[in-house]
C-alpha cells in the first residue's frame, strides 16, 4: 500500500495522561509522529490533538479505531491534505549583522512574506506562517546564506473543509442519549 500524509484529529476530555495513550498506539504500531499539536478546541472541557504520520489508509484507519477506544476520548477522525485547510507558524533566529550586510536575506524574507519582528544588536527574529513545504523551502534558502542561529516551527494546525464539525454532531447525540436516560 502506498504511504501518505494522514492529519488525524481527537478530540477528548480535558483529562492528564490522554496524549500518552494516544502516542502509545502510533508506537506499538511503530509509527513515526511528524508534528503533535494539542489546545483547547471550541468546546469547553474538550482538547483537540492533531497529529500527522506517514502511513497508509488500512494502518491509519486502524489506528483511528484504537485511539477512538481510549476512554477519555471523545472521537476520532483522520483526514488527508485535501480535506483539511491547515497552517504552520515558524520563527526565525537570524544573525543581525548579516541581515544588515547580505541584502540576499531581506529579498528571502520579502519574497516569502516574513515579517522581522524583533531586532537586537546580535539576533533578528523572523516570523512566517503557512504551508510546511514554504516554511521548510524559507530556512534551506537563508541556511545558504549562512546567517540562521535557531530554527523552529509549530504542530500543523487544521480545520476540517466540511460544512460541519463532526465532534459537534456526537456531542449533540451524546447528550440527548444521556437526557432519555436521565443522567
Not at 478546541?41 to 477512538?68: C, F, L, N, R
Not at 471523545?74 to 497552517?87: I, K, M, P
Not at 523551502?137 to 464539525?165: A, H, I, Y
Request: one cysteine or more; aromatic letters at 8%.
Amino acid at each position: 500500500m502506498e504511504e501518505k500524509l494522514y492529519t488525524i484529529i481527537v478530540h477528548s476530555e480535558n483529562v492528564a495522561g490522554v496524549l500518552n495513550q494516544v502516542t502509545a498506539v502510533f508506537t506499538r504500531r511503530q509509527i513515526n509522529i511528524e508534528s503533535l499539536n494539542v489546545s483547547a478546541s471550541s468546546i469547553p472541557g474538550v482538547h483537540k490533538y492533531t497529529i500527522t504520520a506517514w502511513t497508509d489508509s488500512d494502518t491509519m484507519e486502524k489506528v483511528a479505531k484504537q485511539i477512538s477506544k481510549k476512554i477519555d476520548v471523545v472521537q476520532t477522525q483522520y483526514y488527508t491534505d485535501d480535506d483539511v485547510f491547515q497552517h504552520e507558524i515558524a520563527l526565525y533566529k537570524l544573525k543581525t549583522h548579516m541581515l544588515e550586510s547580505n541584502r540576499e536575506v531581506g529579498r528571502v524574507i520579502r519574497r516569502f512574506g516574513a515579517r522581522i519582528v524583533d531586532v537586537t544588536a546580535t539576533y533578528s527574529i523572523v516570523v512566517h506562517d503557512g504551508m510546511s513545504a514554504e516554511l521548510t523551502s524559507m530556512n534551506e534558502q537563508l541556511m545558504k546564506l549562512d546567517c540562521v542561529l535557531q530554527f523552529v516551527r509549530s504542530g500543523r494546525v487544521v480545520v476540517t473543509k466540511s460544512s460541519f464539525e463532526r465532534v459537534d454532531e456526537y456531542l449533540e447525540k451524546r447528550g440527548k442519549k444521556y437526557e432519555q436516560r436521565g443522567l
